[in-house]
């Protein structure tokens, strides 16, 4: 059974080009989760989505970035007209429907780390 | 003032010490507790997760939760060189519903000296 899978591992975009980032969730898990990693910090909520829905986004930054789960295919967290602060590591966790707890909590893909030159 | 204060270390201990680490945190509606570990270019993967307060154990490891004093611990008996990651604390107020992200502290980065 596959974990979380995210790709790229590693991406690099120049100042102004778009980041398309994508995760696939484990299998019979239809909850989905981007967090950000900045350097130094710890991980900080963006967005939470199930199929074809936002549940909660109140940790998306306002303008060029946007999130979605298509009922076919994996999610994507897409940054337009990245910046330089952009560069971070950004990790998805998905999580079965129900209520979190020591057997169904997230589970975190190994993230990709985008740089932005 | 961040909702969850984590110490980021570094701290080095030698194999076979009692490791302890520890996140406060200023929410009062959080009642979800968990404990992460992450290895060096790789996800968080859940350790220990509890609820309220309390104590919780599983192997070497065990959680502690006090809610009045915003609290919590980690503490890892016998560490061995495989310890050695970041951990991170995380809680949540709710365990479903538009409530379930999570807020984490900074990490404190671990290292078992063999």
């Known amino acids: 059974n596959a974990g979380v899978m995210q790709n790229p591992r590693h991406l690099v975009r120049r100042r102004g080009q778009e980041a398309r980032l994508r995760c696939s969730p484990m299998?019979?898990?239809?909850?989905v989760y981007w967090y950000r990693q900045l350097p130094e910090e710890g991980l900080k909520f963006m967005v939470y989505l199930q199929k074809e829905n936002i549940i909660d986004e109140s940790g998306m930054p306002k303008e060029r970035f946007s999130a979605e789960f298509p009922k076919e295919g994996p999610s994507i967290l897409r940054i337009q007209q990245v910046v330089r602060g952009d560069s971070a590591a950004y990790f998805c966790?998905?999580?079965?429907?129900?209520?979190?707890?020591?057997?169904?909590?997230?589970?975190f893909g190994s993230g990709t780390r985008l740089t932005v030159v | 003032q961040k909702e969850v204060e984590q110490d980021p270390g570094p701290l080095s201990v030698p194999e076979g010490a009692i490791v302890s680490l520890n996140c406060t945190y200023s929410?009062?509606?959080?009642?979800?507790f968990m404990w992460y570990r992450q290895y060096s270019r790789k996800g968080p993967e859940l350790l220990m997760y509890t609820y309220s307060s309390g104590n919780k154990e599983d192997g070497r490891f065990t959680a502690q939760v006090d809610k009045s004093s915003k609290y919590i611990s980690l503490f890892i008996r016998d560490s061995q060189p495989s310890d050695s990651a970041t951990y991170l604390c995380?809680?949540?107020?709710?365990?479903?519903?538009?409530?379930?992200?999570?807020?984490f502290g900074s990490g404190t980065q671990l290292t078992v000296l063999p």
């Open positions: 299998k019979g898990h239809s909850h």
């Open positions: 995380a809680m949540s107020a709710s365990s479903s519903g538009s409530a379930r992200q999570l807020t």
């Open positions: 966790a998905s999580s079965p429907p129900g209520q979190i707890s020591a057997n169904y909590g997230y589970t």
């Open positions: 929410n009062s509606a959080f009642q979800y």
